[in-house]
């Protein structure tokens, strides 16, 4: 791994797309305001459209407006980029790049550095990773790396067949695959919780905590993703990647050092170990859902089958919750809940750690139960964490109530929190992989969801639409923890409310 100002031509494939716009400009923007970027640096664009340079520049400073402060120049900083633009399935055009990065390699001293960025469909992964290797972009004095955006695949074997020819190219160590959650700074803290705070560490285990709930729910709908969605759903764009990762980050063992391979291999490790279903044991563990009609925030919104581009009896599900068991000795007997969705109450993404109530508690009022401790990890769009305790009532009181102890991580500097797009390609620059996933774990999460999607493409949903929008999901979702005698916290779970 490199710590130096890294120094690279960074090739965006799809640069005239939304990504690229709306994250991909913008971070390298801050990494170059920040100072985390030396002038060392050019980027270029590639896409069909006919552009200038000075049309692509353009647009890049459009897409960094409202970022510019003090004397950061956005015209220097735009100058370094370069559109080039073809059809990525026309071997041809692969030489007038590579002639263009070497120019650029000795304007720049980037030294044969370069990273891919694949910010394009997926269909055009493979093409694009034989091209460059084909035409020697990928021999040069420097390094390469290829950053590839989700989704990786749509089952075990198209996810497989991806990473063999992608591997034919590269190895899996030039191969960054993104999981944006894993750039979020409180994903990224889950570890510093846990491993840095004995208080957390002793007590992480199936003796003490009674269950873990990760709620990832969106107001949103499909807006203009429909197609994409149709075929996808809530399972495998939020499931397979997001919501697994943060299980496996939670569950994992601490790791002997903090590098990217022990990293990794524990996360692994808790991934093999998640209790796989047969398909007719699926409803037992998991609730699917999709939206209909409702309110959020205010607006009366249509149902999932009505938007563009939904088949108007659609089977998608646009809404999924879960109970995991990981069967391994910290973990035997503990579920792990995960829901997520779209048109939910709120945009919020969460981590419930609830405790075990414990065996007497002296402080209770007559028929009422103790509020259990509850660490809650509050991931986007508050980041921070809260503690719930148990402390005296008032003055002369033998009964308890519950108080909170709260830390808010960007109340106070939100502007200067860096991005997990930003964070990522900063690490990409510097060859850490840590927080991208790791082909095994690829494959292991799909192996898991498969069971999952394929009992629920063979048996329509019966009751689609199952929930309203502006609600938390179906009741069915908040009967998969009432028969465990548990019920969801809230996604304000600081207001000590349930879910429904
Ligand atoms: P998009 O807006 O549809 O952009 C696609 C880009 O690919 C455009 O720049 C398009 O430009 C270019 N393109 C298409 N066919 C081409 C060809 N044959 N040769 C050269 N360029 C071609 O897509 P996006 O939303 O940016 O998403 C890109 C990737 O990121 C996808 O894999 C997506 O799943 C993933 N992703 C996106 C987001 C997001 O927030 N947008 C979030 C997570 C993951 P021309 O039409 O000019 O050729």
Redesign the pocket.
Known sequence: MTTNNPKSIIVI???????????LFPSIFRLYRSGKLSEDFAVVG????PLTNDEFRDNVKKSIGNLQEGNVSAETFSSHFYYH??????VASYQELKSLLGDLDGKYHTEGNRIFY?????E?FGTIGENLKSEGLTSTGGWSRLVI???FGHDYESAKELNDQIRHVFTEDQIYR?D?YLGKEMVQNIEVIRFANPIFESLWNNQYISNIQITSSETLGVEDRGR?YESSGALRDMVQNHMLQMVALLAMEPPIKLKTEEIRSEKVKVLRALRNMSEDEVDEYFVRGQYGRGIVNEQEVPAYREENSVDPESNTETFVSGKLMIDNFRWAGVPFYIRTGKRMTKKSTEIVVQFKDLPMNLYVEKDKAIHPNLLVIHIQPEEGITLHLNARKGEGSTTSTPIKLDYCNNCDDKMNTPEAYERLLYDCMRGDATNFTHWDEVALSWKFVDTISRAWTNKKAENFPNYESGSMGPKESDALLAKDGLHWWSVEADTHSRSE
């Open positions: 494939f799809g640069a005239t797309g939304d990504l690229a716009k709306r994250k590639v896409a069909r459209r633009p073809f059809d990525v399935t026309n694949l910010a394009m469909a997926p055009f955006e989700k989704p993104i944006h994409y």
